[in-house]
């Protein structure tokens, strides 16, 4: 998330118009609208009003994600689609945002959200679920993960890690069939497993 983007969140989170949030901090409202949209950064000081404001660190807001202060959660990124090869820091598809607790969630690691799309991990999976994801390139066999399969978009399946030093990538909806790869296939790269579940009613 940029930083404008991560301005904007704060603002409309705590319900502020534009116009308001620049009464606060003693600036415009077409500065806002420019931090927003990324075509300005705020100077050092208006970070400062912007931390002081919101409660979180000038570091949160630079992406560092440090914690909200006072509070004990990061917040995340939810994406509709990641393409295989873009830094997850250039990925515009942003579809939402989640909170996770660094009582559940250990803050050493980096987490992001994916969208589910699709009906191949039916019916623990269903179409529009978040998952939250920890970013690493590995797994243990029967792992969910989201995996990249040369250079497609990131896809959610169950990973199957065969003795024979193939991997299957195998669907949970059985009207989908298995796929294995092994030397000559297309390779397997893993972007990161599956923590948890987000359903909205």
């Known amino acids: 998330m940029q930083i404008g983007d991560k301005l904007a969140y704060l603002r409309k989170s705590h319900k502020y118009s534009q116009k308001e949030l ?7 409202r077409s500065s806002i609208a420019m931090f927003e949209s990324n075509a300005r950064v705020p100077t050092t000081s208006t ?10 660190s000038v570091d949160y807001l630079l992406g560092n994600n440090t914690p909200i202060q006072g509070q004990d959660y990061i917040t995340i990124n939810v994406y509709g689609s990641i393409p295989a090869g873009i830094p997850i820091e ?5 579809s ?11 803050r050493s690691k980096e987490y992001l959200g994916l969208k589910v799309d699709g009906d191949s991990m039916y019916p623990k999976y269903l179409d529009g679920d978040t998952v939250i994801i920890e970013k690493t390139p590995d797994c243990e066999s029967g792992t969910d993960a989201a995996v990249y399969v040369n250079g497609y978009e990131a896809t959610l399946k169950t990973v ?6 193939s991997i299957t990538l195998k669907p949970i909806n059985t009207n989908y069939a298995p ?5 000559g296939d297309d390779p397997v790269r893993i972007l990161g497993i599956v923590k948890e579940i987000r359903r909205k009613i």
């Open 96 to 106: 939402d945002t989640e909170d996770i607790s660094l009582k559940e969630y250990d």
């Open 90 to 94: 250039a990925i515009e598809d942003i």
């Open 160 to 165: 199957i890690k065969n003795n024979n030093g």
């Open 179 to 183: 796929k294995t790869y092994g030397p």
């Open 47 to 56: 970070l400062s009003m912007y931390a002081d404001l919101f409660g979180v």
């Open 22 to 28: 620049a009464d606060k901090i003693n600036t415009s």
